[in-house]
């Protein structure tokens, strides 16, 4: 076993680093303060390439590995969470499903000529008014009609879906209702321009003030019946699997976001005088900045292994769930802390880490909450269990 990363993983964090810390950075108190969408950031992370990265070349995709993604995210996360989230709802959310479940002409025709890398966004719609962390509740409905799906309903919070440069989404509708009474759903596909389907304003947020969420709505909304990704039915499975991996990738955004509240806290600490001397030499500091690197350095192995995992195609749902969870609590202590270091510095708005700490808080929220993270991992704990007694059980 070893910890290298390869040479082309090394070259895209450092790539990210650069362009992060060079480009994006020095803009992040501004994108926050006037909540305005980063296009210029979005085109050139287009050209570097890390707005199709883990899509496949032969799709106008980058076709880097999902490590290589999530340490690209981490370190454009370090610099601004609201160009990260950006990034990771393109890929993760609108992206990866079409990659995965898509057939080859929705693959050739929405990845290869529509998205092309990150000329235009792609968004998930999954969430509605009372659909969340239950998500089995989609009211949003479709009905096929004469060789088109018929969609009615609405979606609430989705990032990336109003945008100058958004090409669609990818929506959950329910196509029906199963023997046991459970809704059958289906993922399809809703270009932008489609009529019938339309943007609410967006929304007045603590955190990720630069990205994109509008409400959608869908009123006899009409795509080709081919606009279904992979099959009927298939629905609830397929946001499962995409979530599993967007877990993965919303704890690298944690990740970027606790190691830029360690830089800004370990600056403070050595540049504040107290006392006659700099504040980073009373132990209680000190303390304060090892358990936050050593958090740091436990949630970033946890979402590599988690993503070395996933490029094997071993499974790594708990591994996910842990990383996401695990992240997102540290980045909440992290932003926490940093401000605690920066004493009343770190309550005004100019100070950085004030803003971390109103932006860390969604890190617990997006992509399954805590509570439904810390259950999947209950749950896996409880089956593999069941399984080794009953291996014990049959062995006897
Ligand atoms: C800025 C932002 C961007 C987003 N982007 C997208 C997007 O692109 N696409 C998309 O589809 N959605 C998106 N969402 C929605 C997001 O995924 C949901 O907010 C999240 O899944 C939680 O759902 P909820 O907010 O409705 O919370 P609720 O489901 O109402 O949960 C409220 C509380 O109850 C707890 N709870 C609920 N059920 C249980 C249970 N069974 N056991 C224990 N506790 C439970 C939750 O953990 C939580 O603490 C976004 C949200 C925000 C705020």
């Given amino acids: 076993m070893h910890f290298d990363l390869t040479d ?66 981490e370190e454009i996360s370090r610099a601004d969470t609201s160009v990260g989230i950006t990034m990771e709802a393109h890929i993760s959310l609108g992206c990866s499903p079409i990659v995965g479940f898509g057939t080859r002409e929705q693959k050739e025709y929405f990845l290869g000529e529509v998205i092309k890398g990150g000329r235009k966004l792609w968004a998930f719609g999954l969430t509605e008014e009372n659909a969340g962390t239950d998500a089995g509740g989609t009211q949003t409905t479709a009905e096929l009609e004469d060789g088109r799906w018929v969609i009615n309903g609405s979606k609430k919070w989705i990032t990336n879906s109003g945008t100058d440069i958004t090409g669609g989404a990818t929506i959950i509708a329910r196509t029906g209702t199963r023997e046991n009474g459970k809704p059958e759903l289906t993922a399809i ?76 806290a370990l600056q403070r600490a050595r540049e504040r005088q107290q006392f006659g001397r700099a504040i980073a030499e009373f132990q209680a500091i000190q303390f304060k900045l090892a358990d936050m690197a050593m958090e740091i350095e436990l949630s970033r192995n946890m979402v590599l292994k988690a993503a ?70 209950a749950r896996s704990l409880l089956q593999e269990s069941a399984e080794e007694a009953k291996e014990k059980m049959l062995a006897q």
């Avoid at 909540?35 to 899509?55: E, R, S």
């Avoid at 629905?235 to 990740?255: C, K, N, P």
């Avoid at 997102?328 to 770190?346: F, L, M, N, P």
């Avoid at 890190?363 to 805590?370: A, M, R």
């Fill in 8 to 73: 082309e993983q090394r070259r895209w964090r450092d790539l990210a680093r650069d362009f992060a810390q060079g480009e994006i950075r020095p803009r992040a108190a501004q994108l926050d303060r006037e909540q305005k969408f980063p296009y210029d950031i979005i085109a050139k992370m287009t050209d570097l390439g890390f707005m199709g990265m883990t899509v496949p070349q032969e799709y106008g995709g980058s076709g880097g590995d999902f490590v290589a993604y999530n340490l690209a995210l």
């Fill in 189 to 264: 596909i809703v270009p932008q321009e489609t009529p019938g389907y339309t943007r609410g304003p967006g929304y007045e947020k603590t955190g990720w003030r630069a990205s994109d969420q509008h409400p959608l709505y869908f009123e006899d909304c009409r795509v080709p019946e081919e606009y279904i990704l992979g099959e009927r039915g298939k629905g609830f499975r397929q946001f499962l699997q995409t979530l599993d991996a967007g877990r993965v990738a919303v704890a690298a955004l944690s990740v970027g976001l606790a190691q830029a509240c360690l830089d800004e």
């Fill in 308 to 377: 070395w995992l996933k490029d094997r195609g071993r499974r790594f749902g708990r591994e996910a769930s842990m990383a996401k969870v695990f992240a997102s609590e540290t980045a909440k202590r992290a932003a926490d802390q940093a401000v605690q270091i920066h004493g009343g510095e770190g309550f005004m708005e100019t100070s950085a880490v004030a803003r971390y700490w109103r932006q860390v808080k969604i890190n617990e929220i997006g992509e399954g909450t805590s509570e439904i993270n810390r259950q999947i991992i």
